[in-house]
């Protein structure tokens, strides 16, 4: 299957969370599932279904791959597969970044960013 272009295209919550995940080191699913779950304060939690089919579609695009190495393979069992974030993902991370960061400023502008509310009791 060919890699379509994914970026300047809004990326899916849960291709945001496991790219921004991937983004200081490679990680095993599991790894994945707990850093987003930290990433997000606890408000997002990804099910194995939900990571490993966007894994899939993702390494399809060519925004990840399967990493050759092991992080410690003597304490590590062999069958995890890690992954790491390909040039193209971490510029589909930054265009979304820069999509949030436009977006948080065109909501304080407005006043309608949740510190710029005044409340009338």
């Known amino acids: ?3 379509k272009n994914t970026t300047n295209t809004p990326l ?8 921004l995940a ?3 080191q490679e990680r095993h699913g599991y790894e994945i599932m707990k850093q987003v779950e930290n990433d ?3 408000k997002v939690k990804m099910g194995p279904g939900t990571l490993y ?3 899939g579609r993702m390494s399809e ?3 990840i791959r399967e990493s050759d190495k092991k992080i410690d393979p003597k304490m590590d069992d062999e069958r995890r597969i890690y992954y790491e974030i390909t ?3 971490k510029k589909a991370l930054a265009e979304e970044l820069e999509r949030y960061r436009s977006v948080l400023m065109v909501a304080q502008q407005k006043r309608i960013f949740p510190n710029t509310f005044t409340y009338d009791i």
């Not at 899916?12 to 790219?19: D, G, R, S």
Request: glycine share 20%.
């Open 1 to 3: 299957m060919a890699k």
């Open 12 to 19: 899916t919550p849960a291709v945001f969370h496991i790219l």
């Open 22 to 24: 991937l983004s200081t």
């Open 40 to 42: 997000s304060q606890g």
């Open 53 to 55: 089919g966007s894994i």
């Open 61 to 63: 695009a060519g925004l």
């Open 87 to 89: 040039g193209l993902g």
